[in-house]
């Protein structure tokens, strides 16, 4: 497994053990899970919008990323206003935010 891949599978797992299994009506509208779209911006740059899927389902073409990807794990259980580190795919510590989420339509 690369470093990249050992950084995010120690901070998915970390996600998973701090995490309750809960259905998605107990939920927050705004919180970032499988289908969410996201609008964000790392390091106050520019605003963007990705939808976070399956592995299966990935895009980048048209901003479909993985929950498994080190921004994917960063902004999983987020909610609007939060903001969570992670590690690019060169290494470099970034700082995304959370302006807006939704759960249908990208």
């Known amino acids: 497994m690369s470093d990249e891949g050992s950084v995010v599978s120690a901070e998915l797992k970390e996600k998973l053990e701090n995490t309750w299994v809960v259905s998605g009506e107990q939920l927050p509208a705004d919180a970032v ?6 609008d964000y911006s790392i390091d106050k740059g520019t ?4 939808r976070l899927v399956y592995p299966d389902d990935i895009c980048a073409e048209t901003g479909r990323i ?6 994917g794990t960063a902004l999983l259980g987020l909610r609007s ?8 795919a060169n290494g470099e510590r ?4 959370i302006i807006g989420v939704s ?3 990208c």
């Open 66 to 71: 993985s929950v498994l990807s080190p921004i």
């Open 94 to 97: 970034c700082c995304v935010s």
């Open 81 to 88: 206003g939060q903001a969570a580190e992670w590690f690019s």
């Open 103 to 105: 759960q249908h339509g």
């Open 33 to 38: 899970r499988i289908g969410s779209v996201v």
């Open 47 to 50: 605003r963007q919008r990705l």
